[in-house]
C-alpha cells in the first residue's frame, strides 16, 4: 500500500511551493503604499521614523523595502509593469528613461507646487523635472566633494584653504610624520570607482565650470578633450601622492578609507568623500568639528570658486493611487524632512528642516540648499552603460593598468555608443 | 492568511487531482484505438506534461531570446546581425570572451586533477569518508558566500599596515608579500584568484563522482596485476585511469559547462574589473543595467552556441556507455 502512494509526497511538495508562490505577491490595498529605496539599515530606521507620523495621521500603511539593486528592480519592472507604488530613483537619468515609457506618473497635481519650489533649491526642482512636469523629487541630499583632516593632525577651521595650490601647500607644511598627503579608497563592490568618478568631478567643476561640466555628462564634450585630460592628470597626481598608492586604493572600501587618517603615525593629511561619510568607518564612532572636521573643495580656476557637487535621492510615483500620493506629498514637506535630518549623515533639499543634530551637517545642509552654482553628480546623469564604463576605467586607471589617455580614449569609444539616440 | 490556506488546499488536493484525471483520461482515450498500438502511444501521452513544460520553460524562451538577438534593446526592429558584430567588435566582450576561455581550461584542469589526485590518494587510507567529507563541504556553500570568504582571503593592505587577510598574514610571516591578489592584471593573476575559488568549491564534486567509479573497478583486475609485479604506478596508469576515462570525461564537461556559465564568484569578488570580467556578467549588466536586451540576447545566443557541441558530445559519451551495458 504504502508503495502505491509513494508519488504521493513529491506532489505535495510541489503543490505547496506552488501555493506559496501563487500568493505571495502584493495585494492591492488602498490602505498601503509599497515602497522601495536605497536606504538600509540605519537609513532604513530614518526613513520608517519619517513616516511614522504620516501613518499615525492618516491610519496608512507603509510597506518599505531596502535594497541596493533598485536601478536592476527598475529596470526589470519598468518593461512588465511590476512596480512599487513609491521607489526611489537611481538618478535623473532613469527617471527621465521611466517617464518617457511612461510608467513614472506626474506630480504636479500631488505636491504643493508653490510650498515646494519656495523651500527647495531651484537646481534640485529642475533635476526632478522632465520637460516641464515634475517626475521626481530630492527626499535626501549630499554634497560631494568636502576635504576632512583629522584635527589632532592640524586644524585646518582657522584658514581653510582656498585654492588648490595653498591646499598642497598647506599639506604639504603640516604633514608632520604622515605617510602620504591623501587617502583615497574607491572599492565598493558592484559600483567600485564611484569615488573616484567624484573627485574627477570636483576637479573639472573647479577648472572649467559648470557649463563644461554640464556639457561632458551630457555628451557634448569629448572625453579625449584636453580640459577632460587635465581633469584626470590631476587626479593621478593626487592618487600618486596617497597612502599605498594606486594599488591600496582600488583594494580599499570606500567606508574605511579614511580610517589612516587617525592611525598613529597617521597614513594620510587629507580624505576626500562627501557628507554622509560622516557616518561611517573610524567617522562614525568620533565627533564631527571636534575629532574631525572638513573643509569645502578648494578652487582651482577662481572664475568658479562658488560652484558646489552635489547628489540626492530622487524618488518618484508609478501608481498614482491616493494613499501613494498623500504620502509623496508629505514627504517633501520640512517637517517630515525634519525628521530625516535629525537622525543624522543626511542633508535634506528643503531649506527650511534645520533639525540637523550638529554644525557639521547643519553647514553642509545649507551649502546644497543655498549653493549658487549648483551641479548634480555628473556619473549619475549618464547613460547607465555610460556611468558603469566610467567606474570600471577609473579602477582600471587608479590601480596604473591603463593610463590616462588610454582610459580617455576607451571612455570615448563607449560614448560614441552609449549617447547613440535609441532607435 | 485564510486566502492562503483555502489556494494551499486547493493546489494540494487539486493538482494530484488533475494528474490523476489526466492518467485516467489518457487510458480512456488508448480505448478507443486497437490494443496493438496502445504500447506505442501511452509513453507519449504520459510525457506530455513533462514536454508541455519543458516547451513552455526552456524552447518557448530560447526562441524567444534567439528573436531578440537580432532585435534592437527595445525588441521593436530587427537589426539582422548588429548585436553579434557590436559582440565581436567590442574590447569589453571579447575580454570577458577570454577570460571565460582561461576559465574553461584552468577551471576543468584544477578541479578534475585535484578531484582525481584525492579520489585516489583518500582511497588508500581508514580516514576516506572523513577527508571525503571535509573537501566535499565548500560545495555546499552558496557561490555568493564562497566569494565574500576568499575576499577575506585575498584582503590587501599596504606593506606596514597589519595584514588582515589571511593570505597575505600567511606569507607576511616568511617576510614576504604583501600581494594585491585581486588587482594584479598581469597575466590575468587575479582571473587566476577567481578560478582557485571556483576550483576549491568544486573539486568535492569531481572527487565523489571519481572516486565511485573508481570503487566500481574490479578489484580482482589490480591483484592480477600486482601478481604480475606491477608497480603501483603501472597499476594506475595501465588499469585505474584507462577505466576512469569515461568518468573523467562526463566530469571534465560538466565543468566546461560550469566555466562558460561563471558569474557569482566574478561578480561578487571583483564585479568584473580590472580585467576579470566573464561572458555572463557582460550578460546581466548589458540586460538589467543597460537594458540593451537585444545585446544580452546576442550574448546568450554565443554563449548557447558555444555549449551545444559541448552537450552533444556528452550525450553521445552517454549513449555510447549506455551501449557497453
Known amino acids: ?423 | 492568511m485564510t486566502d492562503k490556506l483555502i489556494t494551499a488546499a486547493i493546489v494540494v488536493v487539486g493538482v494530484p487531482g488533475v494528474l490523476i484525471g489526466y492518467i485516467w483520461a489518457t487510458e480512456q482515450v488508448l480505448r478507443i484505438l486497437p490494443e496493438r498500438r496502445r504500447p506505442d502511444i501511452r509513453p507519449w501521452l504520459w510525457l506530455a506534461p513533462a514536454l508541455a513544460f519543458l516547451a513552455l520553460f526552456l524552447v518557448y524562451p530560447m526562441i524567444g531570446t534567439i528573436l531578440r538577438s537580432f532585435q534592437d534593446n527595445l525588441g521593436k526592429t530587427f537589426v539582422g546581425l548588429d548585436n553579434f558584430f557590436w559582440f565581436f567588435g567590442s574590447a569589453d566582450a571579447l575580454s570577458a570572451l577570454k577570460n571565460n576561455l582561461l576559465w574553461l581550461i584552468f577551471l576543468t584542469l584544477f578541479v578534475v586533477g585535484f578531484g582525481l589526485l584525492v579520489a585516489v590518494l583518500v582511497d588508500k587510507v581508514k580516514y576516506e569518508s572523513f577527508a571525503k567529507s571535509v573537501i566535499f563541504v565548500p560545495l555546499a556553500i552558496s557561490m555568493v558566500a564562497a566569494g565574500v570568504i576568499w575576499l577575506y582571503m585575498y584582503q590587501y593592505k599596504p606593506p606596514g599596515a597589519v595584514q588582515t587577510g589571511t593570505l597575505n598574514a600567511a606569507i607576511g610571516v616568511a617576510g614576504l608579500g604583501p600581494v594585491p591578489w585581486l588587482q594584479v592584471e598581469d597575466f590575468s593573476v587575479n582571473t587566476f584568484m577567481l578560478i582557485i575559488v571556483m576550483a576549491w568549491m568544486w573539486t568535492g564534486f569531481a572527487m565523489v563522482i571519481i572516486s565511485a567509479a573508481l570503487k566500481g573497478i574490479n578489484p580482482e583486475l589490480m591483484e592480477a596485476a600486482r601478481m604480475d609485479g606491477a608497480t603501483e604506478w603501472q597499476v594506475f596508469r595501465g588499469i585505474v585511469f584507462p577505466l576512469l576515462v569515461p568518468t573523467l570525461v562526463v566530469v571534465s564537461t560538466t565543468m566546461i559547462i560550469t566555466a562558460l556559465k561563471a558569474f557569482d564568484v566574478v561578480f561578487t569578488m571583483t564585479s568584473g574589473n580590472l580585467n576579470t570580467n566573464v561572458i555572463a556578467n557582460e550578460m546581466y549588466a548589458e540586460m538589467f543595467k543597460f537594458g540593451q536586451y537585444g545585446r544580452a540576447s546576442a550574448i546568450a545566443v554565443v554563449l548557447l552556441l558555444a555549449i551545444i557541441p559541448i552537450m552533444f558530445f556528452n550525450i553521445g559519451r552517454f549513449r555510447a556507455q549506455e551501449a557497453v551495458r
Open chain 1, 1 to 423: 500500500m504504502a508503495r502505491r502512494f509513494r508519488w504521493f509526497l513529491p506532489l505535495v511538495v510541489i503543490a505547496l511551493v506552488m501555493a506559496a508562490c501563487g500568493t505571495s505577491t502584493p495585494s492591492g490595498d488602498a490602505k498601503t503604499v509599497t515602497v522601495i529605496g536605497t536606504w538600509t539599515d540605519a537609513e532604513q530606521d530614518a526613513f520608517l521614523a519619517m513616516v511614522k507620523p504620516w501613518e499615525t495621521d492618516t491610519g496608512n500603511t507603509v510597506k518599505y523595502q531596502g535594497t541596493r539593486s533598485i536601478n536592476d528592480i527598475l529596470a526589470a519592472g519598468v518593461p512588465t509593469g511590476v512596480l512599487p507604488d513609491l521607489a526611489g530613483l537611481p538618478g535623473p537619468g532613469q527617471m527621465a528613461e521611466y517617464a518617457d515609457a511612461g510608467a513614472l506618473q506626474p506630480l504636479d497635481d500631488v505636491l504643493d507646487v508653490a510650498t515646494y519650489t519656495d523651500e527647495t533649491s531651484p537646481a534640485l526642482v529642475n533635476l526632478g523635472k522632465v520637460g516641464d512636469k515634475t517626475y521626481g523629487v530630492f527626499i535626501k541630499a549630499a554634497l560631494k566633494g568636502l576635504i576632512y583632516y583629522n584635527t589632532a593632525s592640524h586644524d585646518y577651521a582657522a584658514s581653510p584653504p582656498a585654492t588648490w595650490d595653498d591646499l598642497i601647500s598647506q599639506g604639504q607644511a603640516n604633514i608632520g610624520d604622515a605617510e602620504a598627503l591623501w587617502c583615497v579608497g574607491i572599492e565598493s563592490g558592484d559600483a567600485s570607482g564611484w569615488p573616484a568618478t567624484d573627485w574627477i568631478e570636483n576637479i573639472l567643476l573647479r577648472q572649467s565650470g559648470p557649463d563644461v561640466y554640464n556639457d561632458w555628462w551630457a555628451g557634448k564634450v569629448k572625453w579625449t578633450d584636453p580640459k577632460i585630460k587635465a581633469a584626470f592628470d590631476l587626479y593621478k597626481e593626487v592618487i600618486d601622492n596617497s597612502y599605498g598608492g594606486g594599488t591600496n586604493t582600488v583594494a580599499t572600501k570606500f567606508e574605511l578609507a579614511g580610517d589612516p587618517l587617525f592611525k598613529s603615525p597617521p597614513g594620510c593629511e587629507f580624505f576626500e568623500q562627501a557628507n554622509f561619510m560622516s557616518g561611517l568607518g573610524k567617522f562614525a564612532d568620533l565627533k564631527a568639528g571636534t575629532d574631525f572636521n572638513a573643509f569645502p573643495f578648494p578652487a582651482i580656476n577662481p572664475d568658479y570658486a562658488k560652484a558646489v557637487e552635489g547628489a540626492g535621492d530622487l524618488f518618484g510615483m508609478f501608481h498614482a493611487t491616493d494613499a501613494a500620493k498623500s504620502l509623496m506629498k508629505y514627504l517633501v514637506t520640512a517637517p517630515a524632512q525634519d525628521i530625516w535630518v535629525k537622525a543624522g549623515g543626511a542633508l535634506s533639499a528643503n531649506k527650511n528642516a534645520t533639525s540637523y543634530p550638529d554644525d557639521f551637517s547643519k553647514n553642509a545642509g545649507a551649502a546644497v540648499a543655498n549653493a549658487e552654482q549648483f551641479v548634480f553628480d555628473a556619473s549619475d546623469l549618464m547613460p547607465s552603460a555610460m556611468n558603469a564604463a566610467f567606474w570600471s576605467h577609473m579602477v582600471s586607471l587608479t590601480s596604473g593598468s591603463e593610463t590616462v589617455d588610454e582610459a580617455l580614449k576607451a571612455l570615448q569609444t563607449v560614448a560614441d555608443d552609449a549617447y547613440k539616440p535609441a532607435a
